[in-house]
Every structure is written in structure tokens, then in C-alpha cells.
């Protein structure tokens, strides 16, 4: 429809896509469709009670500060529970290091809004997360890629990358979205020995590190950093560290928080006071309500042991009933895992009729930040039921073997 705006946008606006996958999150609302799509938590796992009685508690005992504006920085006894964790995990951090955002997503939409000049170059992993993409798209960023493969970003390529000069280097090393693979040690160290030889600093992604359902746990590049600068328990700086409550709690609560010198946070802070003022102040109290005595620790089991039996049966389903030529990643923790088929394929294409079949997934190309992917997908396996994870990837096994096999 013709409207009195249709000349009046801004320019970045021109830059601004919608998401694939909000678009397919349209067809995936259907009752029927089984979706391996989103990258939405098992619903069955969210804490409902805890909640519901967190939200008496804080109504009773701190009703009016709940219900007040507050701190941009966010909830003190948030920050410090926090600052915490954050040192139970290897790095000494005060609250002046940290700030509660509206999920990670605005964490880095305030990151692109404060660092990105138009035409500055971010060294991104490819593929890599596409809402990042879109958060700095609108201030014009260009990308400079580096292929990943089963342990992560190529390291090896990383120093031509650096050549570029790009702003910063933006990094998944968790369970990687989309592909679900983990940056490897060694690759750890390498890309905090480059970044330094560089002089470039990082930013660390990390939404599903406490999602480990399998191996070790490798320590964040936040803390080999710290290390590398050879003054264990202290936080340097050269690396901002972002997680969220979204996939530890629940998304719909919008609580994240960033880790960076206290000079970022600040104007971080004055980015978002243009933007929300502060994250809600009542979300703030509930989650540290239901956070604050040991509970996140045990719910993460149970929320590992659920993810952990899902993606066993999707793996399953896969080994039994795909067309030789598709190959796929085995997560050792998070919520996706990536598939390949071969080069003739197209995702998107096979998309349209998998649809008609009543499953989704999505198709990899938009995760590649200068093009590429075609033949890929995207699978989440936390959202859907055993039951349904099973039913669905038989339907797309068949699909996959009349795109590969016709
Ligand atoms: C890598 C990555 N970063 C950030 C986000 C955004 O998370 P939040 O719900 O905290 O905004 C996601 C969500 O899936 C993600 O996968």
C-alpha cells in the first residue's frame, strides 16, 4: 500500500532485510508443522512455577521498586550475581564491568551502534549468526569472512583476514549458531595470540556455553585473553563477553547481560538510554528472585539432559535415513546442528516442499555474510518433542532423498 512515508525512510533502512527466519516462523505457528526451525528452548523446561512464585515474592517484598523505573546499568543484586558467576568461570569482574540488556540481541545492536562506522570491516566466522549480521547491517557494516569447519572458525586463515584491518572480531566459539561446532583449544589460543599480534579486539558470543551435554569444557576466549596477558583473575578488557538468561531461563523475559571495560559500558549506557532507558526493572527482580540460591545450576542439568536426548534422536534418525552425500555436525551441547548436502541442492527450494510436508527448517545461505551456502540447513532439535523430532526428519529424510537421489 501506498503510504505518505514511502520516500522518507533513511538510508540504513534501505539496508534492512527481514529475517528469513522470522519469516518462517509465520508458517512454522501452524499447529501441525513439526519445526526444526526457530532456535526456540523446549517449552517443557521452563520453570513456570518457580516463576510464578518468584513473581509473588518480589509483588509482596519489593512491590513499588518493582514496578519503578530503574538503573540503564541494570538491578545491582543482578549485576552481582553476575560478577559471581562470572568468577566462578576464571575472570575477577566488578559491576562497573557489566550491564543487564534487553537480550543479547540488543546487547549487540548497542555494540554496533557505538563501535560501526559506515564501511567498517567486522572479521566474522562463516557462517555466523545472522542477527548480528542484521543488528549492523543498519549501520553499515561490511564483513570480511573466515570459513569454519568441525572445530570452529579456521584459525589458519585468520591472519590474512587481520590484514584487512578489520574493527573487531566477532565470535561463536559455543555451539556455534547456526552450525553448533565449538572452537577448539588450540584454535582458542590462536585466535587470542593473532587478535593481540593484531592489535584487533573481540567480541565473544556465548548464549549456550553452560549448555554442554557432552566432552569438557573449554575455557571462554574472554578468559584465555586474560591469561595470555599472564595476570590470572583479572579482566583486561580486550575481550567484550556476551551471554543471556534466554536459553539458561527463559527468552521471554529478555535479560542478558555484556561483560567490557567500565569505559564500553558507559557508553553503552548512554546508547541505550536513547533507546529503552533500562530493561524492565520487574524481569530484573524475578530472575534474580529465581536465580539467586543455586537454582540456575540445577536447572541446567535438566535442561542438558533434555537437549542432550533430542539431539540423540535427530542424530539417529539421520544416520538411518539420509541420502548418502548429506552430511551433518554432532553438537556437543546448544540447540542446533548444520547439514550439508551436495552442491547441486537448494535448501530454499527443498524448503517450499518440505512445508507442504508439514516440517521447516532453515536454509543456511543468510548465515553466510558474502554469499554461498545453498546447499545447507539449519536444524534446532531443543524445541520439538522426541516424539516429533523423530516423525520430522523421517518426512525430510524422504524429501532429502528426492533433491539428492532424484
Ligand atoms: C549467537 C546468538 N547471539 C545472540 C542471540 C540473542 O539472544 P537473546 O535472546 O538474549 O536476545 C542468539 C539467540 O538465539 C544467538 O544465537
Not at 118 to 134: C, F, K, N
Not at 259 to 281: F, S, W, Y
Not at 283 to 306: C, M, P
Request: charged share 20%; hydrophobic share 40%; net charge negative.
Amino acid at each position: 500500500m501506498h503510504t505518505p512515508w514511502d520516500h522518507r525512510y533513511a538510508q540504513r533502512t534501505q539496508r534492512m532485510g527481514s529475517s528469513a527466519i522470522r519469516e518462517l516462523l509465520k508458517f512454522t505457528e501452524q499447529p501441525d508443522m513439526i519445526s526444526f526451525a526457530g532456535g526456540m528452548p523446549a517449552p517443557e523446561v521452563f520453570p513456570v512455577q518457580e516463576f510464578k512464585e518468584a513473581c509473588i515474592r518480589v509483588l509482596t517484598d519489593y512491590g513499588p521498586t518493582a514496578l519503578q523505573y530503574g538503573a540503564t546499568e541494570g538491578y545491582k543484586p543482578l549485576l552481582e550475581m553476575i560478577a559471581r558467576h562470572t568468577h566462578r568461570y576464571g575472570i575477577n569482574v566488578s559491576i562497573e564491568n557489566i550491564m543487564i540488556t534487553s537480550g543479547s540481541q540488543q546487547a549487540l545492536d548497542l555494540l554496533g551502534k557505538i563501535f560501526i562506522n559506515r564501511g567498517d570491516r567486522i572479521l566474522v566466522e562463516s557462517p555466523t549468526y545472522l542477527g548480528a549480521m542484521q543488528a549492523w547491517n543498519a549501520y553499515g557494516a561490511e564483513y570480511v569472512a573466515v570459513p569454519s569447519d568441525e572445530n570452529g572458525m579456521v584459525t589458519e586463515e585468520l591472519e590474512e583476514a587481520l590484514r584487512t584491518g578489520p574493527k573487531f572480531i566477532y565470535v561463536l566459539p559455543n555451539f556455534q549458531n547456526p552450525t553448533g561446532v565449538t572452537l577448539s583449544m588450540k584454535r582458542r589460543h590462536q585466535l587470542v595470540e593473532l587478535a593481540d599480534r593484531y592489535g584487533v579486539p573481540i567480541i565473544e558470543d556465548d548464549p549456550y556455553g553452560q549448555l554442554r551435554f557432552e566432552g569438557e569444557h573449554l575455557p571462554s576466549v574472554v578468559v584465555l585473553d586474560d591469561q595470555f596477558r599472564g595476570n590470572h583473575n583479572v579482566y583486561h578488557g580486550n575481550v567484550i563477553y556476551l551471554s543471556t538468561f534466554s536459553k539458561i531461563l527463559a527468552p521471554g523475559i529478555r535479560l542478558a547481560w555484556v561483560i567490557a571495560p567500565a569505559e564500553v559500558i558507559r557508553k553503552m549506557v548512554q546508547a541505550k538510554q536513547g533507546i529503552d532507558l533500562h530493561t524492565a526493572t520487574f524481569n530484573q527482580i524475578v530472575a534474580h528472585e529465581v536465580g539467586k540460591s543455586g537454582f540456575l545450576d540445577e536447572h541446567v542439568k535438566l535442561i542438558r539432559e533434555t537437549y542432550r536426548t533430542r539431539r540423540d534422536v535427530m542424530l539417529e534418525v539421520m544416520e538411518e535415513t539420509m541420502p548418502p552425500g548429506v552430511n551433518w555436525t554432532h553438537p556437543e551441547g546448544g540447540l542446533f546442528l548444520w547439514a550439508t548436502m551436495p552442491p547441486q541442492c537448494d535448501a530454499a527450494q527443498i524448503l517450499k516442499l518440505a512445508i507442504e510436508q508439514k516440517v521447516a527448517f532453515v536454509p543456511g545461505a543468510p548465515f553466510f555474510p558474502c554469499g554461498g551456502g545453498a546447499n545447507t540447513m539449519r536444524l534446532n532439535f531443543s524445541n520439538a518433542t522426541p516424539e516429533k523430532i523423530q516423525e520430522g526428519m523421517v518426512r525430510l529424510a524422504h524429501l532429502l532423498q528426492r533433491a539428492v537421489c532424484p
